[in-house]
């Protein structure tokens, strides 16, 4: 089974790049040229700055906020296969956990701020010991994709 979101991830970018423009447009007219009367319904400039702001950066943060990570997962070969890399305003560099399916350990999830962030962290048998892997967060992924995934993984699963 392959998985990518990237589709998730495209419209998560594209509401950010098309929020970006009424924003700067609102900030242009009111202050730069002086085309905006104030109060318009009755806010004064310095409110509308202050609410429109305050969408903007709630659209640019959330997928920081919630951690969200473009993923890759595949499991077609000998390996497990997880790439990914976190999105937002803030990204993290390109990532990759390949285990073969043969040292493969299972996987346990957590539950993060306020149970919104769901994170997976992938072990491996090597010489007896069981190693951990850093979490990878699923926030991005559906609820159906996550449940493909756990299925998925389920099938190499030796702790169990």
């Given amino acids: 089974m392959t998985l990518d979101n990237s589709r998730k ?16 447009a609102f900030l242009a007219l009111t202050y730069v040229a002086r085309l905006i009367n104030f109060p318009v319904l009755g806010l004064s400039e ?9 969408v903007y950066f709630s659209i640019a943060y959330f997928p920081s906020f919630l951690k969200y990570n473009y993923i890759y997962f595949s499991d077609d070969g000998d390996s497990v296969i997880f790439r990914f890399y976190s999105t937002g305003i803030f990204k993290g560099a390109r990532q990759a956990i390949e285990i073969p399916k043969r040292v493969f350990a299972g996987y346990t999830t957590e539950k993060k701020r306020l149970r919104l962030i ?3 962290i992938l ?14 967060s699923l926030s991005a992924l559906s609820r159906k994709e996550k449940e493909r995934v756990f299925r998925s993984l389920a099938k190499y699963n030796r702790k169990a």
């Fill in 118 to 120: 769901q994170y997976i």
């Fill in 46 to 54: 310095t409110a509308w700055v202050v609410i429109l702001s305050a």
């Fill in 9 to 24: 991830i495209v419209s998560i970018r594209l509401a950010l790049f098309i929020a970006t423009f009424p924003f700067l």
């Fill in 123 to 136: 072990l491996e048998e090597r010489r007896g010991v069981i190693a951990r892997y850093p979490p990878v």
